[in-house]
């Protein structure tokens, strides 16, 4: 069968990479293609995480790749995003797993911890040692966290904390999670550790996208906890949605890889497949989808490389996540339900790699902020009116 992980490069943007950005690749596309490939479709079906994989992502630098110190890697935005895109070309939840615990977990205790909290936490998440989670969506609070019921107060030096979190990456395999809650003074965060008293987790089932990633509800009935537990910069909603702007940077780039995927199926298949004397990829109509699918590729990498160089220079602001991730995951999911489509009747099965790639982007197009909520981000910046109020 033909490379479906393999680059596509009609703009020579490799020209602007380094070749330790280009090494960096290179490594994360074989791990891909030797580890993830082979056992995705059987996770997926079986609606598990595969977790034997954790110890070389570690070893590969994977997780908190660009943060500095701690023991994680420190790479720059432009190798952080290509690993983010060869991840997702392999499968969204492995992006996903990835995100959380670098953009989310990691980044949430590097950004709003103190000193003590970040040696505590950081090298060990980096090693994979401890795996994080993000609880900042409740049942009846996504788009508007602000919202939030979950509740903590002020207990002599700790902290009580009571509410539920739903639909968290991670959450029932996590050995800590970061929870989002509203105090007197407005909202803060906390590291809640596995076994803690009153706190729980319990996997959501029955999803048709994402399977092969564990989604949980996080549950917390009169949990204490210590002072140490509260992220003391976390000041506000600014904290939670400071995380999300890593996370979304991740997920713009890591859309492209599960489109390449897509194209790279429709387009081998299409040259192969013969319909009426002659490959379909002889069409005008196939030719058509395979030009807008290169097209929107292509866009999407010159989106994802500007944000990159922008993100290191320190110019990158959260409405230009917003831009990225809104277009990529939704050019992203088009090109899926396209090779879907060109597929035939084979692009309803697990021979080829398109129909979860599609399903999945159902959920990448809603988490981190829906399509629409990018849509009203933005116009709130052009137009100066802000929707949400
Ligand atoms: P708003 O008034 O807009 O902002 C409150 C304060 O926060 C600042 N801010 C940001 N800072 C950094 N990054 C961002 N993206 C920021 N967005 C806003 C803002 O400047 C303000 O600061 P200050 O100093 O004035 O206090 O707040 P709002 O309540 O009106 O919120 C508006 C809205 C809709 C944009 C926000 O609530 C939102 O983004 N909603 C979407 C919720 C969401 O994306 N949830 C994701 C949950 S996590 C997840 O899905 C993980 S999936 C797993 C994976 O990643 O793979
Ligand atoms: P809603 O907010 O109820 O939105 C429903 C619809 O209404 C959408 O189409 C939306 O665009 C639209 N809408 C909402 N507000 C407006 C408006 N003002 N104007 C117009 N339209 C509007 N959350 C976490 O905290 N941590 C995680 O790790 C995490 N992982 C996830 C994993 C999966 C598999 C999934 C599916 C979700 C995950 N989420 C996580 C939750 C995710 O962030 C939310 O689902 C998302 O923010 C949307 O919230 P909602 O599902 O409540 O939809």
């Known amino acids: ?130 795996l994080g ?7 009846d609070h996504g788009s508007d966290p602000g919202g939030m019921e979950t ?15 739903r639909w968290i990456t991670n959450g029932s395999i996590a050995d800590l999670a970061i929870v989002w809650a509203k105090v007197d003074q407005g909202f803060t965060g906390f590291v809640v550790e596995k076994g803690t008293p009153g706190f729980s987790a319990r996997d959501i089932h029955g999803k048709f996208s994402m399977r092969a990633s564990i989604t949980s509800e996080l549950i917390f009935e009169d949990v204490r906890l210590p002072a140490a537990a509260h992220l003391p910069q976390a000041r506000g909603l600014k904290a939670p949605l400071g995380c999300l702007t890593q996370a979304r940077y991740g ?19 299409t040259k192969s497949r013969k319909q009426f004397s002659r490959p379909l990829a002889g069409y005008q109509l196939v030719q058509n989808k395979l030009v807008r699918m290169l097209t929107e590729i292509t866009k999407a990498q010159m989106v994802c490389l500007r944000l990159a160089h922008l993100k290191d220079q320190g110019k990158l602001r959260p409405e230009h996540v917003s831009f990225a991730k809104r277009n990529n995951v939704n050019e992203a999911l088009k090109i899926a339900r ?33 399509f629409d909520v990018h849509t009203l981000i933005l116009g709130r910046d052009i137009t100066g009116e802000n929707a949400f109020e």
């Not at 670098?102 to 401890?130: D, H």
């Not at 995927?261 to 429709?266: Q, S």
Request: aromatic share 10%; charged share 25%.
């Open 1 to 130: 069968m033909a490379d479906l992980l393999k680059d596509l490069d009609f703009f020579n943007l490799d020209d602007l990479l380094s070749s330790e950005e280009r090494a960096t690749r290179e490594t994360v596309k074989r791990f891909v293609q030797r580890e993830v490939v082979p056992g995705v479709e059987r996770h997926f079906a079986a609606e598990t995480f595969p977790t034997e994989l954790v110890p070389q992502m570690a070893e590969l630098g994977i997780f908190g790749a660009n943060i500095k110190g701690y023991g994680c890697a420190g790479m720059n935005n432009v190798a952080y995003g290509l690993i983010m895109q060869e991840l997702e070309a392999g499968d969204s939840g492995l992006r996903s797993f990835a995100s959380v615990q670098s953009a989310l977990a990691m980044y949430a205790i590097y950004a709003n911890g103190t000193e003590e909290q970040r040696r505590r936490y950081l090298p060990e998440m980096a090693r994979g040692k401890l």
């Open 133 to 139: 989670c993000f609880g900042l969506t409740e049942p």
């Open 151 to 165: 509740r903590a107060r002020k207990d002599g030096d700790g902290w009580i904390l009571n509410g539920t979190k």
């Open 251 to 269: 997920i713009a780039w890591g859309a492209i890889g599960a489109a390449r995927t897509c194209f790279n199926t429709a387009l081998d298949y």
């Open 338 to 370: 396209d090779a879907r489509d060109m597929l035939g009747a084979n692009g309803i099965v697990n021979e080829y790699p398109v129909i979860r790639h599609m399903m999945n982007l159902e959920t990448v197009n809603t988490y981190e902020g829906t």
